[in-house]
């Protein structure tokens, strides 16, 4: 019923979560959101933030009756074989750009977009081969290492309604799921997931027992982890842009945080590019 992406080595593992409380797997951290230190109104037109060290800001426009609010640049170029795809606004949070390949063989790159009601459509990879019928892409996300595919899920569920995944505030990006759509007294309703092959159905469990759990103390049962194999933590190396080089193009990250490859300052005119041409980089 539901089709996922390629598989990877530590695709399966990583999806299905067994260290997390069944509860909050829908959820994972990530180091995507900035932790600003000033009030930010980037709904507004005239706002401009103050001077971010490492980064330009690149002013927001009105297009079709509609506010584009701005973002930030890195003063760096990007690597070579990737492009910067910009950051942008949660209402009030900000979730920071990063690089992606240029290409990505099977796959195209989605351009992000703002919605009319001012939500957020992340660029993604979406597969170049069409999905089933009656199916529609999910978008995958960046956590700030490493790309998390997308998978096809159904356009409508009888009794259901899918509710759009997105960052908060804290930097914990909450995947979407199928929430039904008559609430049940005394319920609460912990959403599925999608485990890298399959949905995991979400389910409803008694308000008591959802609020007495404790995540942290949480251990899984023996046999969860099986499997699971043993690879190198994946942490934020800084990689020299010959070492890039040096890897096939199959092999390369897919994206990259913006601070993990040394490269040269920008020294040329920054390349806006698509819908943004309509922008203006402010120097602050």
Known sequence: ??????DYYWYRSYYTRWWCHPYWRYTYPTWMVVDLWFPAYPWYDYWYPPYRNGWVWVSGYWARGWW?????????????????????????????GYYRSERRRGWGWVDGYYLDDGNRIPGHWRPQRAGPDG???EPGFFDGETWIDGFWRPEYRSNYRWVSAYFDGDGVYHGGYWMPLRDQPGKVWIPGWFDGKEWVA???????????????????PEGADDGWDEVEARGRVVLDEAILDDMPEDDRPVALPVEAVDT????????????????TIDTP
């Open 264 to 279: 040269d300052v920008v020294d040329e005119p920054v390349d806006r590019g698509g819908d943004l041409e309509k922008n």
């Open 202 to 220: 979400g389910y409803w469990v008694d308000e008591g027992e959802y609020l007495s759990a404790d995540p942290d103390a949480w251990e899984p």
């Open 1 to 6: 019923m539901y089709y996922g992406p390629p």
């Open 68 to 96: 584009h609010p701005g973002y930030w640049r890195p003063i760096y170029r990007a690597p070579r074989h990737y492009l910067y795809v910009p950051g942008y606004w949660h209402r009030n949070t900000y979730v920071e």
């Open 135 to 137: 199916y529609m892409w």
